[in-house]
């Protein structure tokens, strides 16, 4: 279920602090989902690129900012995360 729907969102919300494995994060980026994540997350965080594979937000004083960027830049079909490339360029199987 939960990749059914990964699939049909336009990105991924992680806003908890604690991830003992950064799996929902890898998973989301794999299907080229961007990511709006806590910046004090202790696990992951090395996925997200501002700009490139998502937003970060550190707590609620920036968290609507953040939010407005990610939704505004995934109106419609094109947006200027690359989330999958950058997976594979940093993280592929030639690494």
């Not at 699939?7 to 890898?26: E, G, H």
């Not at 961007?34 to 996925?47: A, F, H, S």
């Amino acid at each position: 279920k939960f990749f059914g729907y990964l699939a049909k969102a336009r990105w991924a919300f992680l806003p908890q602090v604690c991830d003992a494995s950064p799996r929902v994060s890898t998973q989301a980026l794999s299907m080229n989902k961007p990511l709006l994540m806590n910046d004090n997350i202790m696990g992951g965080w090395k996925y997200l690129k501002p700009g490139e594979t998502g937003e970060l937000f550190h707590d609620m004083s920036d968290f609507k900012e953040s939010l407005r960027r990610i939704l505004d830049n995934t109106r419609g079909a094109s947006h200027p995360y690359k989330p999958l490339k950058f997976v594979k360029e940093h993280y592929g199987s030639a690494k």
